[in-house]
């Protein structure tokens, strides 16, 4: 699918990879709808910035969790440039979840951003997406798709869970629409990382190096643009994945 003159709509889109992708996706010429739940001046100013590669920006705040503000948000975005044709599922929310516990409440925030959100989302713009004919759908997931990680139980479930919605979405929706993810690693590093920590970070990687959100940005235009590759998932993380291995076998 060719981005101009098209309509994608970015879920977390307003910040931190949400954002370069929005751009990304303003600059090869689609008008952009930037979901976001709390972030509403960075959505004002992301708006501003894609309006500067003369395409329409459509801000709309909505939790994504909640059906009903989905619906809202697709009729307004379909309201403002007729329909959506490009859906990247982008949002999450980074909290541990330590188990066992006796507090739910993280667990069901994160996984119904990262599950029931992105199924929302889809459900929301399948129908006019099979009505047109053609859309495509890329989900953020990350490495934690593949993997345990120690106190992120709510993160792995639901990454993982974005993953097998992946697969089971290209193929309810084929051939008109095609769906894939992307796996970030290391792009962008948390508020709270020190120095030495980025540098930890970094090592772990085949590339000895931190990517950029643009990085993740491209993979997303290439799952875009890309006619005859759907259900799949493309790890961009520098080699991540292997690094453990760079200095010993077994």
């Known amino acids: 699918m060719n981005p101009q003159g098209k309509t994608a709509l970015v879920t977390g889109g307003a910040v931190r990879v949400g954002k370069a992708i929005t751009l990304a ?24 910035t894609a309006q500067s590669c003369n395409v329409g920006a459509l801000p709309i705040q909505a939790n994504i969790g909640d059906a ?3 619906a809202a948000m697709v009729a307004a975005a379909q309201a403002e440039f007729g329909s959506v044709d490009i859906l990247v599922n982008s949002a999450s929310l980074w909290r541990p979840t330590p188990f066992p516990t006796d507090d739910l409440d993280d667990w069901h925030r994160v996984t119904n951003i990262l599950i029931n959100g992105a199924f929302y989302c889809a459900n929301a ?3 006019l997406m099979l009505e047109r004919g053609a859309g495509a759908i890329v989900n953020i997931i990350d490495l934690a798709a593949y993997e345990p990680w120690p106190d992120f139980m ?5 990454k993982a869970a974005l993953l097998a919605m992946s697969r089971q979405l290209a193929l309810e929706l084929a051939p008109a629409v095609r769906v894939n993810a992307v796996a970030p690693g290391p792009v962008l590093p948390p508020p709270d990382y020190s120095e030495a920590k980025i540098a930890q970070t970094a090592a772990k990687t085949l590339l000895n190096r931190w990517g950029r959100p643009e990085d993740i940005a491209d993979a997303v235009l290439f799952f875009v643009k890309a006619d005859y590759v759907t259900g799949e998932a493309l790890a961009v993380d520098g080699g991540q994945r292997f690094g453990h291995r760079k200095h010993d076998h077994g």
């Open 25 to 48: 996706l303003a600059r090869a010429g689609a008008n952009v709808v930037i979901n976001y739940h709390s972030s509403a001046e960075a959505a004002e100013a992301t708006a501003v």
């Open 68 to 70: 009903e503000q989905v």
């Open 125 to 127: 713009v399948a129908p």
């Open 154 to 158: 709510a993160h792995c479930v639901g």
